[in-house]
């Protein structure tokens, strides 16, 4: 058994299997979930059956957890940071921010009073500070239209990088486990527009030197998954794409399919505006060139 410490009372999990998506590697697949299970250390080896869940009538469940925090007051948001700060206790390092979080009354441990703010920033100061988080895309690395960093999963007090990358993607593997390059526009111009055909061209043994996998996914403007007629929401090595003879891989974004002899590379896009995003799993330590950026990624070009 491996003990995994968390410094906090809330923990996220996500458990991850790799597939090739063929229907016999799916039931494999679904044979390893019925085995996990989650319970208290105290019912290990005994039969254990979790309670009913209970979902709190007066938590909203339809509207995205993004919008909603977003659309909170300062008092809103604020009186939920104190909520939260009396179950997870801030760490040391944080001592310094915590004393300037006195002056408008927010102390670890303690309800906040909304009263201490001035209220002419109640409803400017949320969307101030998201532009303000959101102006962190200036400090991505940027090369061939791609913003990547790898300065991800571990923040220390670098508040305003742990806030960006829950912003855009709820949290992120340290460097060492995936990188995850993001590409929004086809030039400093011009947007990804369904109605133009884009390729992603990897030369001949400059693929993506990963020892997990790697994947191209789209995502529409809001950062979420674009129905297709062939329900393909990215391309990777398990997609089964055709190399070009001289042995390159060259991938299809677009919205109509690109013709039978290209469909296998093709990644299908919305009509409209789109992102994407190469994920790169596990990348290899005994070839660190994702890590230290001598492995440069391809630029996406307008055909």
Known sequence: ???????????????????????????????????????????????YTPPPGKVDPAIDMKTPVRNQVNNFSTSEYFTLLADLMKRNPPAAADAPALERFKAIGLEPGRDFDGKALDSRWDARLPQLSFDRIMLQLASLKRENGWLFTTKMGLYGTDYLQRAFVTAIGLGANRPQDAVYPMSQRASLLEAYEGSRNYTLRFEKGRLPPVKGFWSLTMYDEAMFFVANPINRYSMSLRTNPKFEPDGSLTIYIQNQSPGPDRQANWLPAP???FHLMLRLYWPDEDDPSILDGSWVIPPVNRV
């Open 1 to 47: 058994m491996t003990e995994l410490k968390s410094p906090t009372s809330i923990v996220w999990m996500l458990g991850r299997i790799y597939c090739t998506g063929t229907p016999e590697d799916y039931a494999a697949v679904h044979a390893l979930q019925d085995e996990f299970k989650l319970q208290p250390l105290s019912t290990w080896g005994k039969d």
């Open 271 to 273: 009509k409209g505006k």
